[in-house]
């Protein structure tokens, strides 16, 4: 079964810039989350999708974050415009929600750096 | 707000020796509380968990103990290896279905 796919791997922006970041959850997952992991923290949950819409995104500062999620699977975070705080690990996760076995099944991340 | 508190942020054991990793949490409605593992460059992934009912799970040689009353649970690594060598965060999901996520802890094994 293939995993959380996430792109670009690695992002270097100047501050002001905007930037895309692009998740494919497991098939079947309905859930689909997206986390910022700053260097040395725990992830924090920015927005949640149930299928395609928004559960969770109270932790999304939305003047310059967005996501998308359409149709249900893939899932786009937007940063417009970039600030040097936004440096992290984005973190794309998603779970099966009707199994409820509570596990989050993580990709292997997009590190954006802002300069 | 930091829903679920996590120390040590770092931890060096020996070879064979216990790693003990302690999360605190204050919301009750939370209702499950896994553990994650993340190698540089890697996703974290889940390792162990546990739901509230019941106070000690155990797989191989990873143990979770679960303090209902005190709102604590702790992650008991037997006989660590320097292939544990990670970051453990310990997390707690509510019945909305998010998870929130411990600052994390650096373990490393010396051989």
């Known amino acids: 079964e293939a995993g959380v796919a996430q792109s670009p791997r690695y992002k270097i922006i100047e501050k002001r810039q905007s930037v895309a970041f692009w998740c494919n959850p497991i098939?079947?997952?309905?859930?689909l989350y997206w986390y910022q992991q700053i260097l040395g923290q725990g992830p924090k949950l920015l927005i949640q999708f149930q299928n395609n819409g928004v559960v969770d995104d109270s932790q999304l500062p939305k003047d310059r974050f967005s996501a998308e999620r359409l149709k249900g699977v893939d899932s786009t975070l937007k940063i417009q415009p970039a600030k040097l705080e936004d440096s992290a690990v984005y973190l794309c996760a998603s779970s099966h929600r009707r199994m409820n076995t509570g596990e989050l099944f993580f990709g292997e991340g997009s590190r954006l750096t802002v300069l | 707000q930091q829903q679920v508190k996590q120390s040590p942020q770092s931890l060096i054991v020996q070879k064979g020796g216990i790693s003990i990793i302690n999360c605190a949490y204050e919301?009750?409605?939370?209702?499950?509380f896994p553990w994650y593992q993340q190698f540089p460059g890697k996703g974290p992934a889940l390792l162990i968990a546990i739901r509230p009912d019941v106070s000690e799970k155990k797989e191989g040689r990873f143990t979770i103990s679960f303090n209902k009353s005190a709102k604590q649970f702790s992650l008991h690594i037997m006989d660590s290896q320097p292939g544990d060598s990670a970051t453990y965060f310990c997390?707690?999901?509510?019945?909305?279905?998010?998870?929130?996520f411990g600052t994390g802890t650096s373990l490393t094994v010396i051989p």
């Open positions: 997390a707690a999901r509510n019945t909305g279905n998010q998870f929130y």
């Open positions: 919301n009750t409605a939370f209702d499950y």
């Open positions: 098939s079947g997952h309905a859930t």
